[in-house]
């Protein structure tokens, strides 16, 4: 990400509600405000108040109507302030930690930052071309650090008993797509390739069984278990660069990230990656753009949980 803001500027910029309310707006509806019932751009705005009302289906609403804002009673200030902070904090930040920067209870942190994380789930914005570089990672899970009767056996390597597994896909120079999958098998792997790259690139993958048979590209790979890394472009280097940076977050912000809520963490990281070339508030203003019908809800959370 280019030009990040100091938190002097970000309060300089976003110095009270009004501001803040302005600002959501503006990005939420670059074209216009428009009724989030109906989608009717006939409105008016209600006098001495923050509401909107429209002339269609005469329905009221404000700026956190109809998005992940709906029904929150933070102020506008700190969702914008937990935007900021997860979109250029290349790790994330943990709930505890955000708590505290916020004044808020550690629960308000992680349900404002999980509705964000939300925002940051992104269309796939077409197919990837050129060279494309796939592996698979395994989260959570580790063996040595569990006591005695709690090791999980057989579950050393690829095996996904008691971690889960990430597919990542990543055009070289380019964006990055990954997703956690419930197997690593051939068939679920392939599927997923194909639905993310153009027939007739080139897939570099290492040599794991599940990548064999892999049909429409040049197939490139890369022997590891050789010793051998890198040979001319058939690498897997760029992936395995952002499998390191997300795992720094893994081991040093998160600690743990529950399987069920593992697809929002991975987007918060291909998110911020995909944006690199995007200056700060560019970044947040796609955030709030996103947030236009999105919902999610605190009981949707953490039933997903239990
Ligand atoms: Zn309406």
């Known amino acids: 990400m280019k030009n990040n803001i100091s938190v002097f500027s970000f309060l300089k ?23 989030p019932f ?5 409105i008016y ?12 289906c005469r329905k009221q609403f404000t700026v956190r109507t109809g998005s992940v804002l709906a029904e929150s009673k933070v102020p506008l200030q700190k969702w914008l302030m937990t935007t900021w902070i997860l979109t250029s904090h290349t790790k994330g930040i943990s709930s505890v930690q955000l708590s505290k920067t916020l004044g808020v209870t550690q629960k308000t942190a992680w349900f404002l930052a999980h509705r964000i994380r939300e925002a940051f789930s992104e269309g796939n914005g077409g197919l ?43 055009q070289r120079d380019g964006r990055v797509k990954v997703m956690p999958v419930n197997d690593t098998t051939s068939k679920t792997i392939h599927k997923l390739i194909n639905k993310t790259v153009a027939q007739g690139a ?19 790979r890369v022997n590891h278990s050789g010793g051998q890394y890198v040979d001319g472009i058939a690498n897997t280097n760029s992936i395995e660069s952002f499998w390191s940076l997300f795992k720094r977050g893994f081991i040093g912000v ?16 291909s998110f911020r990656h995909n944006l690199t070339k995007l200056t700060c508030v560019e970044i947040m203003n796609r ?14 959370l953490t039933n997903a949980s239990s």
Not at 38 to 42: H, Q, V
Not at 148 to 167: H, L, M, P
Not at 202 to 220: A, F, M, P, Q, W
Request: net charge positive; proline share 2%; glycine share 6%.
């Open 202 to 220: 080139i897939v570099c993958t290492d040599e794991y069984r599940s990548y064999n048979g892999l049909k429409n590209y040049t197939h490139l």
């Open 45 to 56: 705005r209600l006098e001495n108040q923050k509401r909107f009302k429209c002339a269609g």
């Open 13 to 35: 910029e976003f110095p009270n509600e009004d501001t803040c309310e302005k600002w959501i707006m503006n990005a939420r509806w670059p074209r216009g405000v428009f009724c």
């Open 287 to 300: 955030v709030f753009y996103n947030t236009n019908a999105k919902r999610l809800t605190y009981k949707q």
């Open 128 to 170: 990837f071309t050129g060279t494309v570089e796939v592996d698979e990672t395994y989260v959570g899970g580790k063996n040595k650090n569990r006591h005695k009767n709690k090791k999980v056996e057989n579950s050393q390597g690829r095996s996904t008993k008691d971690k889960t597994a990430v597919i990542g896909i990543k």
């Open 254 to 269: 998160y600690h743990q990230m529950s399987p069920a809520h593992l697809f929002r963490y991975v987007d918060e990281f």
């Open 38 to 42: 109906c989608s009717n751009y006939r």
